[in-house]
């Protein structure tokens, strides 16, 4: 007996098996790839930099795509990441950052993190107070808001169409990226572990030198170091994928920066420290301060090569140098007897710690005026020059250099 030919049938199984589009297996995990890369370049460029900072002006087509392609793929409402955002720039490291693993455990922030975002999402207070000056238009009021979550169910009905049943997990993947990433690891592992290039007033870190797979979001540090910055890389050696369609985009007539980290200029070494010099002091004090930490390791290596074949001296040396560029605040209590020892033992190191917080005092002074302070600065350069510190002279002559 001859079983039916049954065509729609036939039509269904295949389409199950491969959908109205006939990719390989390597093609489909492109397109994954390339579908949530554009998520991440959404969420830098049009969220983040954007919305939630100001840093930068995006034209209508960009910023149109990106609202359109964030509802599709993330259901994300614009008011309440950017609203969310500033409440964690604002908050950050206390009990009211949204996402802090400094306060809610790493575990938390990594594995709940949407969790976390949903749920202050729903504070009204937050809304409130951080999510002006965001999109309010017809489309944003009746569709993106309004319908939040219907726009994944339209990727999940599109993802199926393209490649059958295979579509679920490639919208799954879609899904989870940005959780995955943004919320896990850069709201995670961005403030617990990785390198740091300045001492920002929190404990952000860089994640990776090549903002690549997260947009340019890895460089967190450089990003809450200088916020309103629409280039989040600092260094030769940095990468911010980011950055570089900004600048395509601003090619394009599409974007304009609005501002950059500053930049400290040296020029000729002044005979004396003026208000120009400390202009440029105040204006790039984060990159004058990691620059003494440059110097402050080096006189840590100094001092080790003075006590090679001593291991006592040795281990405390080199925790020395581990922790004493960092601020107070920074280093952990196991390691302070370290470093209170180290200081005593060795006079070189305490004199560049103390001066260290001499010339913090240089911005964080409001009571002096502007006069009062140049002639602080001079009277820090000079005892700085008569030390006998090779590396405190050196920041001396750095900063008689500088102009903003």
């Known amino acids: 007996m001859m079983l039916p030919d049954w065509p729609v049938l036939d039509a269904a199984v295949t389409w199950l098996a491969n959908g109205l589009w006939h990719l390989s297996w390597w093609q489909v995990v492109l397109y994954t790839l390339v579908t ?6 959404a969420v830098t460029i049009f969220l983040h930099r954007t919305q939630a900072h100001r840093a930068m002006d995006l034209g209508p087509i960009p910023s149109h795509f990106f ?3 964030l509802w599709l793929g993330t259901g994300m409402v614009t008011k309440e990441w950017v609203a969310i955002h500033r409440k964690h720039h604002a908050k950050c490291e206390t009990p009211d950052d949204p996402h802090s693993p400094q306060t809610r455990g790493i575990e938390t922030v990594l594995w709940r993190g949407a969790e976390l975002y949903r749920a202050e999402a729903k504070n009204q207070d937050t809304m409130a107070k951080f999510g002006h000056g965001t999109p309010n238009d017809w489309i944003e009021r009746n569709l993106y808001t309004r319908y939040s979550w219907q726009g994944v169910g339209l990727m999940l009905i599109l993802d199926l169409a393209l490649f059958g049943a295979l579509g679920a997990t490639v919208w799954a993947v879609q899904m989870l990226w940005i959780p995955i990433t943004a919320a896990g690891i850069i709201n995670g592992i961005g403030h617990y572990w990785g390198y740091r290039n300045f001492e920002a007033p929190d404990a952000s870190t860089n994640v990776s030198p090549w903002g690549i797979i ?18 989040f890389s600092v260094k030769k050696y940095e990468f911010d994928i980011g950055w570089m369609y900004i600048r395509m985009f601003e090619r394009l007539g599409w974007a304009k920066v609005r501002k950059v980290p500053p930049k400290l200029r040296l020029g000729e070494v002044q005979p004396v420290a003026d208000e120009k010099t400390l202009e440029a002091l105040i204006a790039n ?19 080790i090569e003075k006590v090679q074949g001593k291991p006592a001296d040795l281990s405390l040396l080199k925790a020395a140098k581990r922790w004493l560029p960092r601020d107070a605040d920074r280093v952990p209590a196991e390691a302070v007897p ?12 305490d004199k560049m710690v103390t001066m260290r917080e001499e010339l913090r005092q240089m911005w964080m002074n409001t009571s002096h005026s502007r006069e009062q302070l140049a002639a602080d600065l001079q009277g820090w350069c000079r005892r700085a020059e008569e030390s006998g510190i090779a590396q405190l002279q050196q920041i001396s002559l750095r900063l008689r250099a500088a102009r903003a």
């Open 36 to 41: 949530t890369h554009i998520t991440i370049a």
């Open 67 to 69: 609202r359109f392609w």
């Open 214 to 231: 997260i947009g340019g979001e890895e460089l967190h540090n450089n990003h809450h170091t200088y916020p309103t910055s629409a280039k």
């Open 285 to 303: 004090r984060y990159e004058v301060m990691a620059g003494y930490a440059r110097e402050l390791r080096r006189a840590c290596k100094a001092e």
């Open 338 to 349: 370290q470093l209170a020892q180290a200081r005593a033992q060795h006079p070189v190191l």
